[in-house]
Nanobody, 118 residues
Framework: QVQLVESGGGSVQPGASLRLSCVVSGRPLESHNYAWFRQAPGKEREGIACISTSDDSTFYGDSVRGRFTISRDNAKSTVFLQMDSLKPEDTAVYYC???????????WGQGTQVTVSS
């Protein structure tokens, strides 16, 4: 079973950048596809980026496309989310997820808080 641990969150001003990390253990990084989700207070969880480990193809939600970049480093067994030009509406708890053989996002990290405020 795969375990995911996120880090890199924090409090920043609008326009700043952060890089979130998701360390994967329990199985080789290449065994799964990965995604980043976020959940703001009072809102539903939102999928914002995903990456296929078979061909490195990526997909982004409209709210982050052009500002966020998902990537992976097999040697470090880590999935990253580079977040640039942060906005107050990006404030949320950010979660890393891995899929299962059935295609659902079955494995989740504990989340890391990102707060964007002036």
């Amino acid at each position: 079973q795969v375990q995911l641990v996120e880090s890199g969150g924090g409090s920043v001003q609008p326009g700043a950048s952060l890089r979130l990390s998701c360390v994967v253990s329990g199985r080789p990084l290449e065994s799964h596809n990965y995604a980043w989700f976020r959940q703001a207070p009072g809102k539903e969880r939102e999928g914002i980026a995903c990456i296929s480990t078979s061909d490195d193809s990526t997909f982004y939600g409209d709210s982050v496309r052009g500002r966020f970049t998902i990537s992976r480093d097999n040697a470090k067994s880590t999935v990253f989310l580079q977040m640039d030009s942060l906005k107050p509406e990006d404030t949320a708890v950010y979660y890393c997820a891995a899929d299962s053989t059935g295609g659902s996002w079955s494995y989740w990290g504990q989340g890391t808080q990102v707060t964007v405020s002036s």
